[in-house]
C-alpha cells in the first residue's frame, strides 16, 4: 500500500501537537495536585506532585479514550469495519495514543519509585525491586503502543486494533482511582474498608476481563471466521494485526501477576485493625534497648536444601524441619555444643536439651535466627511445591516460544523478498538450497561471534565425527524447513505447511516413543479435519498430496535426528554450529558454480531480511538444542510442534473444521500430561521420585500452573461473579456461593460443605477478647429433609442477629460449618462459639430468644430428623497466640496466654494482625 507524502506529514503534525497538548495537560494538572497534597500535606512527600499529575492526566486520557472507543465501536456494521474503516476520528485518536504514550513514557521517568503501587520487596516472588521492574515494564508496554499506533496511522488498516487498545483504560480508571486513594491516605496502613477493597477489585477484575479479555476473544474469533477479510491485508498489515493482538495478549496475562499482588495487599492493610501511634512507638522504643533485638533488613524466610546446609561455614542446624544460624549465638552451654550439630538435622539433641513442656517456647524465642525451612528431596510430586523446577522450565520454554517466533517471521520475511525479487520462483523449491546454505554460514558465523553458543554442551572437546553429522544436519533441516514451511496441498483450505509440518514431527515421535497409549482418537479427529477439509482417499495418489507429505516427514525425520544426535553427544554441539559455516561455504559456492543464477543477493532489503533470518534461526536452533541437552530431544521436537500447529491456527484461524485439527492436538497434549502424571505416581509409590529427571517435574509443575492460572482467573471473572445474579433471583433470605480458588481435591469418601463466620465488632478493636471457653454443638440431618435444614439456618439467623447486640459480653467469634451431603446419607451441621469466659456463655444462652427457639424445636418435633451432639471446652493451659510479620514472615509470639506484639521483633516491621478468630 502506497500513502501520499502529504498524508504522512499530516499524521506526523496531529502527533506532534497531541503530544504538546499532553505535556500541557500534565502542568495543568498541577491544580488538582496540589489541592490533594495540600488535604494531606502532613503525610505525603512533595516529591510525589510528579506521580499525582501523571494520574490526574491519566484519568482524562482514559475518559477520552473510552468515549472515542465507544464512538468508533459504533460504526461497526461488519467485519470490513474492523480491518478497513479509516476516518479523520481514528486519526485523530490514534494520534492522541502517540502523544499519550510519548508523555507517559517522560512521567514515568519522574515518578519512578511510585509506580510499584505499595508493593515491597517480598510481594512478587524473586523480585526485590518492584518499582524497577514494572518501570521497565511500563517502557516496554508504552513504547510498543506508540510504535502500533504509529504504523496504524501509516498503514490505514486494521484499526479495530486501535480501537479496542482505547478500550483497554476501563480498567484503568479503577486502577488510578486506588493510587489516588491510597495517597490520600498516606498515613494510614489502608485506603478503604474491607468492603470497600473487595468491591472495588471486584469491578477491576470484571472491567479488566471485559475489555481486555474480550478483546483478545474478538482477536481469536477473527482467526476463526474472518479469515477472507483478513486474507486482503498485506504482509505488513497482517504482522501489525498479529503481532500487537499477540504481544498485548501476553502482556495482560503477565500483568494479572502485578494486580493479584495489589490487591492482596490491599485486603491485607485493610483487616489490619487500626492501632494508635503511642502504643507502636512504645513497642519501637521497647525494642531499641537492644541493638541487636531489630534488623530491618532482615531477610525473608526461604528454602535451604540439605546440601546447602551441609556446605555452610558458619553454626546452621536444622530442627524440626526449619534452619537456623546460630553463627552469632552465644549459647549457654558454650559453643561447642552447637559445633558438634553444624550442618545437619539436630532435633533429636534438641529434643534431649530442651523439656517437651518448653520446647515450643524455646523454639518461638529462637525465630530471629531462623534461615527457613528445610528442602527435603521430594517423595512425590505436589503441585506448587516444585517451584524451582518450575521456574527453571519457564525460562527454557520462554526462550524457546520467542526463538521460534523469530525464526519463522525472519525465514517468511526472507521468502517474501525472494519471490518478489525474482530470486525464486514460487514452487520451485530446488533452488532453496542456495538460500539454505547461506543462511548455514551465517548461522555458524553468528555462533562463533555470539556468546548464545556457549551453555551448549557440557564440554570444550572435539565431537569427532558427530559435530561434522551435526552440521550437515543443520543445514539439510534449513533446506528442508524452508521447503516444507511454505508447501501446501491443493486447495483454499487445504493444510499448510507449518500445520503438516507440526502433525509430522508429532506423528514420528508417536512412532519412535510408543511407551504411550497410541493416539487413536487424535488421528481420528486429525483425519476428519482434513476430510472435511477437500482431503479424499483418491488424492492419495495424488503428487500435490504427496510432495508436501514428503517434505513435512522430511523436516520432522530431520529434526528429530538433530535433537537425538545432540543428546546423545553433546560436548560436539558447539563445534557443529561453528563447522556450518564450513559446511554451508562450500555448498553454496557449489551451487553458484554448478548452477546458472540469473539474480543475485544484491538487494540492501533482501540481504537485511537473509541476516535477520539467519540471527532468528541461530537463536532458535540453540535453543532447540539447549531444551534438548537440558531437557530430552522428545521433549524438545514436541514442544517445536505444538508451538508450529498454535503458530499455524493464528496465521489460518480455526474456521473450515480447522478447530478439529486443534482438537486434536488438545486432546494430545493432555494425554502427554496424563502419561506424565501417571509416570511420576508410579515412580513415587516405588520410592525413586528421586531418580526422575527435573524436566518431568519441571514441565508437569509448568503445566499445572498456567491450567490453574488461566482457568482460575475464568472461574473468578464468570462464575464468582454470576453468584450474585443467581442470588439476586432466588427467594429472599437465600443465597448461593461460588468458592473463588480451587482447593485440594480429598478424594470420593469426603464430604465438602460451607463455613460462615461471624466476629462481633468490639473483639475486632485494638483490645480484643481473649478466648477461653468454647462451645460445639454438632447437628446431623437426613440429607431429603430440607426443611430441617431450613429450620435450623433460620435459627442460626436469629442468633447471629442476637449476636449484633452493642452489650454482648464475652463473644469473641462464632463459627458455622455446614456439610449438605456425606456418604451416610446424614447433611451435618458444626456450630462453634468461642467466649472469653464460661459465665459469658452460660448467661448468653440462659437469655437467648433464639437458643429457646433452638430448644423448643428439637423437643416438639418441630425438627423431624435432627440429632445432635453438644460439648462445652475449656483449656487445661495458657493458649499462645501468634501472628506473622507481613515484611520477613517470621511468626510473631507472645507470652503463653498473651497477645502477640504488634511489631516483629526481628525486623521490626508490622505483623498482620490477624484476628483471634
Not at 425 to 445: A, D, M, Q
Not at 868 to 891: K, M
Amino acid at each position: 500500500m502506497t500513502h501520499d507524502r502529504s498524508s504522512l506529514q499530516n499524521h506526523w503534525v496531529t502527533c506532534f501537537a497531541w503530544t504538546v497538548a499532553w505535556l500541557l495537560a500534565h502542568w495543568l494538572a498541577q491544580m488538582p495536585a496540589i489541592a490533594i497534597q495540600r488535604f494531606v500535606s502532613e503525610k505525603v512527600p512533595r516529591e510525589c506532585g510528579a506521580y499525582l499529575r501523571r494520574l490526574c492526566r491519566g484519568q482524562v486520557y482514559c475518559l477520552l479514550s473510552l468515549a472515542g472507543a465507544a464512538k468508533l465501536m459504533l460504526r461497526w456494521q461488519q467485519p470490513e469495519d474492523l480491518l478497513f474503516d479509516f476516518t479523520w476520528e481514528h486519526e485523530m485518536l490514534f494520534s492522541m495514543a502517540v502523544g499519550h504514550w510519548l508523555i507517559s513514557l517522560w512521567e514515568d521517568l519522574q515518578c519512578r519509585s511510585f509506580l510499584s503501587g505499595g508493593l515491597d520487596s517480598k510481594a512478587l516472588p524473586g523480585v526485590r525491586d518492584p518499582a524497577g521492574l514494572l518501570l521497565k515494564a511500563f517502557t516496554l508496554h508504552h513504547s510498543m503502543a506508540a510504535l502500533g499506533y504509529i504504523a496504524l496511522l501509516h498503514c490505514q488498516h486494521v484499526s479495530a486494533i486501535g480501537t479496542l487498545g482505547l478500550l483497554f483504560e476501563l480498567p484503568v480508571l479503577l486502577l488510578n482511582r486506588r493510587e489516588i486513594l491510597r495517597l490520600l491516605c498516606a498515613g494510614q496502613r489502608k485506603w478503604g474498608e474491607r468492603a470497600v477493597v473487595t468491591n472495588h477489585w471486584r469491578y477491576v477484575y470484571m472491567l479488566f476481563l471485559t475489555s481486555r479479555g474480550g478483546s483478545f476473544v474478538l482477536y481469536v474469533y477473527s482467526l476463526a471466521w474472518w479469515q477472507e477479510h483478513l486474507a486482503r491485508l498485506d504482509l505488513a498489515e497482517t504482522c501489525l494485526l498479529h503481532g500487537m493482538a499477540i504481544f498485548f495478549g501476553v502482556l495482560n496475562y503477565a500483568f494479572l501477576t502485578v494486580l493479584d499482588a495489589w490487591s492482596r495487599a490491599d485486603a491485607a492493610a485493610a483487616v489490619l485493625p487500626e492501632l494508635e501511634e503511642e502504643e507502636d512507638l512504645e513497642r519501637m522504643e521497647g525494642m531499641q534497648d537492644d541493638i541487636t533485638a531489630v534488623n530491618p533488613e532482615a531477610a525473608i524466610l526461604r528454602e535451604v536444601d540439605a546440601a546447602e546446609l551441609g556446605s555452610k561455614d558458619g553454626l546452621w542446624l536444622a530442627i524440626d524441619g526449619v534452619v537456623y544460624d546460630f553463627t552469632f549465638f552465644q549459647h549457654p552451654g558454650g559453643m561447642e555444643v552447637l559445633r558438634n550439630c553444624a550442618g545437619r538435622d539436630a532435633t533429636a539433641d534438641f529434643a534431649r536439651a530442651c523439656p517437651a513442656a518448653t520446647k515450643q517456647l524455646s523454639l518461638s524465642s529462637m525465630c530471629r535466627y531462623q534461615v527457613g525451612p528445610l528442602r527435603l528431596p521430594p517423595t512425590e510430586y505436589r503441585i506448587f511445591e516444585h517451584q524451582e523446577e518450575e521456574r527453571r522450565m519457564q525460562k527454557l520454554v520462554m526462550a524457546l516460544v520467542f526463538s521460534l517466533v523469530l525464526l519463522l517471521l525472519g525465514m517468511t520475511t526472507f521468502m517474501s523478498q525472494a519471490i518478489e525479487t525474482g530470486l525464486l520462483k514460487e514452487g520451485t523449491y530446488e533452488e532453496l538450497l542456495l538460500p539454505s546454505s547461506v543462511l548455514s554460514t551465517l548461522l555458524g558465523i553468528f555462533s562463533v561471534l555470539l556468546p548464545m553458543r556457549q551453555k551448549l554442551g557440557a564440554c570444550k572437546a572435539s565431537g569427532g565425527w558427530q559435530a561434522h553429522a551435526i552440521a550437515l544436519l543443520v543445514i539439510l533441516h534449513h533446506w528442508t524447513l524452508l521447503t516444507a514451511v511454505h508447501s501446501s496441498w491443493p486447495g483454499t483450505v487445504a493444510p499448510q505447511g507449518l500445520e503438516l509440518c507440526a502433525v509430522a514431527v508429532l506423528l514420528v515421535e508417536t512412532i519412535l516413543a510408543p511407551a504411550m497409549t497410541p493416539p487413536v482418537l487424535p488421528v481420528l479427529l486429525c483425519l476428519g479435519s482434513w476430510y472435511y477439509r477437500g482431503l479424499g482417499a483418491s488424492d492419495l495418489a495424488n503428487i500435490g498430496f504427496y510432495l508436501p507429505w514428503r517434505k513435512a516427514m522430511a523436516m520432522a525425520c530431520c529434526l528429530v535426528f538433530l535433537t537425538r544426535l545432540a543428546q546423545v553427544q553433546p560436548q560436539a554441539v558447539r563445534q557443529g554450529l561453528a563447522l556450518c559455516s564450513f559446511y554451508g561455504g562450500l555448498i553454496s559456492v557449489a551451487s553458484l558454480t554448478f548452477t546458472s543464477w540469473n539474480v543475485a543477493f544484491v538487494s540492501p532489503l533482501q540481504i537485511g531480511s537473509l541476516v535477520v533470518a539467519a540471527a532468528a534461526s541461530m537463536m532458535a536452533h540453540c535453543a532447540v538444542l539447549d531444551v534438548a541437552l537440558q531437557c530430552s530431544s522428545r521433549f524438545a521436537t514436541r514442544w517445536v510442534a505444538f508451538l508450529m500447529s498454535l503458530l499455524s491456527f493464528t496465521s489460518t484461524g480455526l474456521g473450515n473444521f480447522r478447530w478439529l485439527l486443534a482438537l486434536a492436538l488438545l486432546h494430545h497434549l493432555l494425554d502427554l500430561a496424563r502419561h506424565n502424571r501417571v509416570r511420576m505416581d508410579q515412580v513415587a509409590t516405588a520410592g525413586r521420585f528421586q531418580s526422575l529427571d527435573w524436566h518431568i517435574i519441571g514441565a508437569q509443575a509448568l503445566w499445572d500452573s498456567a491450567r490453574v492460572s488461566l482457568l482460575g482467573f475464568v472461574w473468578r471473572t464468570t462464575v464468582c461473579n454470576l453468584q450474585y445474579v443467581v442470588t439476586a433471583l432466588i427467594p429472599e433470605g437465600l443465597r448461593v456461593y461460588a468458592c473463588e480458588v480451587p482447593i485440594p481435591n480429598f478424594g470420593e469418601k469426603v464430604a465438602m460443605g460451607l463455613a460462615a463466620q461471624y466476629v462481633p465488632p468490639e473483639a475486632r478493636g485494638k483490645s480484643k477478647r481473649r478466648p477461653n471457653f468454647f462451645v460445639c454443638n454438632v447437628g446431623q440431618i437426613m440429607e431429603n429433609c430440607m426443611p430441617d435444614m431450613q429450620h435450623t439456618m433460620n435459627t442460626l439467623v436469629d442468633v447471629w442477629h442476637e449476636f449484633h447486640e452493642p452489650k454482648l459480653p464475652g463473644l469473641c467469634a462464632n463459627v458455622v460449618m455446614v456439610f449438605p451431603g456425606s456418604d451416610q446419607g446424614l447433611a451435618k451441621e458444626i456450630n462453634l462459639s468461642v467466649w472469653e469466659t464460661g459465665k459469658d456463655a452460660f448467661d448468653w444462652y440462659v437469655k437467648s430468644k433464639g437458643h429457646k427457639k433452638a430448644l423448643m424445636q428439637h423437643t416438639s418435633g418441630v425438627l423431624r430428623t435432627f440429632g445432635n451432639l453438644l460439648a462445652s471446652l475449656q483449656p487445661r493451659e495458657p493458649i499462645s497466640y501468634q501472628d506473622r510479620c507481613s515484611n520477613c514472615a517470621r511468626p510473631v509470639e507472645g507470652l503463653p496466654g498473651e497477645l502477640a506484639p504488634n511489631l516483629c521483633g526481628v525486623c521490626g516491621a508490622r505483623a498482620f494482625h490477624y484476628n483471634l478468630f
